[in-house]
């Protein structure tokens, strides 16, 4: 049983268009680091996950953490019928769902560079 490959993901320009928060925020010319975060968000399949309590220090840095969740949820939710576009194009029959799963079980073992474990 051989299985397709993924699609390829949809262009810059096409995530532009349905996503209003995304334009705004690659506007502002992020470094180059949050500006793959930003465009992986929008072409995942899989909901940002929202980082715990202990990681914001409450010391009101800028930005973040839970900002930059923020901006990565909406993102997400903005390009929603996007993926379901392409999804149904592509024909999924429902061998997807093992790959996330797997995909999903690699990046929660994955660090990221510079991270720091408390």
């Known amino acids: 049983m051989t299985t397709s490959p993924p699609p390829p993901p949809p262009s810059l320009k096409i995530l532009k268009a349905h996503s209003p928060t995304l334009t705004k925020l690659l506007k502002a010319r992020p470094a180059p680091i ?3 975060a930003l465009i992986s968000a929008a072409t995942s399949r899989t909901k940002p996950i ?9 010391s009101s840095c800028d930005p973040c953490v839970m900002e930059l969740f923020a901006q990565e949820l909406k993102v997400w939710k903005e390009c929603v019928l996007l993926r379901e576009v392409v999804g149904t194009e592509e024909g999924d029959d429902g061998d997807v769902k093992e790959e996330e799963e797997e995909e999903v079980g690699k990046l929660e073992n994955c660090k990221v560079p510079g991270a720091f474990e408390w």
């Open 34 to 36: 949050r500006e793959t």
């Open 50 to 58: 929202k980082p715990a309590a202990g990681d914001c220090c409450g």
